[in-house]
């Protein structure tokens, strides 16, 4: 299984919105509805945002929300704060095994 | 207060084996079920493998480039998980995490412990 693809970063200012891509095929994410996003801030573990595609994890702020087209799947930040500073990373279900995506540094400038 | 903590990392030779364990509190561990992932140092994740509760068959299930090579058990009596690693390569050098499963995601996660392979 090959990494999903994933922009290596993206920015936006304080209070707009980004969004990061996840491409797969449809052998994971076009395949299942299980794609994850994850959040790592910098020297600590994963953090779950969001599971099947559009599940907030408890806790998660309703500012993250995930989506999926085809073999892409999404995640989006609104209203970007400074302490959603991190790398992402999605996942997808690819029928007994997981694949992470290549991971999304977030700016926040 | 869900919690997972990981230990037995260290320094390794090439070839040489090691065994991490992950000890669980605050929920449910016999119903659980687990896994490992790992990343190496600057790089991303990389799901290893999961293990089912005994009551869904315990079933294992590992990536294709640590077959053979890592082994996942449990011992729910000491609410532990073990990573068993042997022929380890110096590619295998990362931060290895466990952490809980959900419906196909990677609920809650131990803070790590680092695998060193070198000579």
């Known amino acids: 299984q090959s990494a999903l693809t994933q922009p290596r970063s993206v920015s936006g200012s304080p209070g707009q919105s980004v969004t990061i891509f996840c491409t797969g095929t449809?052998?994971?994410?076009?395949?299942?509805?299980?794609v994850s996003w994850y959040q790592q801030l910098p020297g600590k573990a994963p953090k779950l945002m969001i599971y099947d595609v559009t599940q907030r994890h408890s806790g998660v702020p309703d500012r993250f929300s995930g989506s999926k087209s085809g073999n892409t799947a999404s995640l989006v930040i609104s209203g970007l704060r400074a302490e959603d500073e991190a790398d992402y990373y999605c996942c997808s279900y690819a029928g007994s095994d997981y694949v992470f995506g290549t991971g999304t540094k977030v700016t926040v400038l | 207060e869900m919690q997972l903590v990981e230990s037995g990392g260290g320094l390794v030779e090439p070839g040489g084996s090691l065994r991490l364990s992950c000890e669980a509190s605050g929920f449910s561990f016999t119903n659980a079920w687990l896994s490992w992932a790992r990343q190496a140092p600057g790089k991303g994740l990389e799901w290893i493998g999961h293990?089912?509760?005994?009551?869904?068959?315990?079933?294992?299930y590992y990536t294709e480039s640590v077959e053979g090579r890592f082994t996942i058990s449990r011992d729910d009596s000491k609410r532990t998980l073990y990573l068993h690693m042997n022929s380890l390569e110096i590619e295998d050098t990362a931060i290895y995490y466990c952490?809980?499963?959900?419906?196909?995601?990677?609920?809650?996660w131990g803070q790590g412990t680092l695998v060193t392979v070198s000579s």
């Open positions: 449809s052998s994971d994410v076009g395949g299942y509805n299980y």
């Open positions: 952490s809980t499963m959900g419906s196909a995601s990677f609920n809650s």
């Open positions: 293990i089912r509760s005994w009551a869904d068959g315990g079933t294992l």
